[in-house]
T-cell receptor
Framework: AQSVTQLDSQVPVFEEAPVELRCNYS??????LFWYVQYPNQGLQLLLK??????LVKGINGFEAEFNKSQTSFHLRKPSVHISDTAEYFC?????????????FGSGTRLQVQP | DGGITQSPKYLFRKEGQNVTLSCEQN?????MYWYRQDPGQGLRLIYY???????QKGDIAEGYSVSREKKESFPLTVTSAQKNPTAFYLC???????????????FGAGSRLTVL
């Protein structure tokens, strides 16, 4: 069965500093990987996805993530954060075309950007 | 604009009552999903449906029921058998061609259920 681990439940950071949100997954088959963002009392919005091809994926709002198959990781990064990036971020995995397509989510990381 | 509509946004229920959460999509997506969100636990899959008139249990289906009579609609009933129903419920859908369409989920704004 697939699973996702987000190692940090909260990440405080100052505005304009870089940030990395960590995500590790486990699966017995090839996977598709996703990062979603959730603002308070709202649904989830797709930030970026890895389906195939280049392991460095760029998403919206200046975020990017790198798929590392050997380390089974998909860490999210942003070189300079803004106050508006304060939100909860979820990493998710699905087993692609041959497995369960419903996403399995991590427990989330709350990014708190301070002025 | 295409999207997913969940209603009601907030719902209060007395213990022992069943309640149904609505989810409607106009994206022409084949698959629909229900997730439950609790603080610190992320999202957990309750039920999902890949096509009309078919659905499968997710990881925490006990105490819930669904139907998929129309492509656009996937209502979730929280029954009195659900021991701890207070949570934020999110509906999602996916569809289209290729890996992108099949695996990328679009979410509704959620319904917050509180049991009094």
């Amino acid at each position: 069965a697939q699973s996702v681990t987000q190692l940090d439940s909260q990440v405080p950071v100052f505005e304009e500093a870089p940030v990395e949100l960590r995500c590790n997954y486990s699966s017995s088959v090839s996977v598709y990987l996703f990062w979603y963002v959730q603002y308070p009392n709202q649904g989830l919005q797709l930030l970026l996805k890895y389906l195939s091809g280049s392991t460095l994926v760029k998403g919206i709002n200046g975020f990017e993530a790198e798929f590392n198959k050997s380390q089974t990781s998909f860490h999210l990064r942003k070189p300079s954060v803004h106050i508006s990036d304060t939100a909860e971020y979820f990493c998710a995995v699905s087993e692609g075309d041959t497995g369960r397509r419903a996403l399995t989510f991590g427990s989330g990381t709350r990014l708190q950007v301070q002025p | 604009d295409g999207g997913i509509t969940q209603s009601p946004k907030y719902l209060f229920r007395k213990e022992g009552q069943n309640v149904t959460l609505s989810c409607e999509q106009n994206l022409n997506h084949d698959a629909m999903y229900w997730y439950r969100q609790d603080p610190g636990q992320g999202l957990r899959l309750i039920y999902y449906s890949q096509i009309v008139n078919d659905f499968q249990k997710g990881d925490i289906a006990e105490g819930y029921s669904v139907s998929r009579e129309k492509k656009e609609s996937f209502p979730l009933t929280v029954t009195s058998a659900q021991k701890n129903p207070t949570a934020f419920y999110l509906c999602a859908s996916s569809g289209g061609q290729g890996a992108t369409g099949a695996n990328v989920l679009t979410f509704g704004a959620g319904s917050r259920l509180t049991v009094l």
